[in-house]
């Protein structure tokens, strides 16, 4: 279980940065993005980093409710 915990951050750790590069490359700010909550305008490539985050730390989630 411990390296498929540390797949997950891993990837959680990878998807933030695309994230973070796909934010900046089309001049959004994530914070104002996450809070409005309006997701069905942004680019794909910042949409697919957004849910790929999202749901890796789903997983990480479960992994670490499974442990405790």
């Known amino acids: 279980m411990n390296e498929t ?10 998807w933030r940065e695309k994230r973070d590069e796909a934010f900046c490359a089309h001049n959004l700010n994530l914070e104002e993005v996450y809070a409005k909550g309006e997701f069905e305008s942004i680019p794909a490539d910042c949409l697919m980093a957004v849910c790929y985050v999202d749901a890796y730390a789903c997983v990480q989630a479960k992994i670490r409710s499974k442990t405790e």
């Not at 915990?5 to 990878?14: D, G, L, M, R, W």
């Open 5 to 14: 915990a540390e797949f997950v951050q891993f990837a959680i750790n990878q």
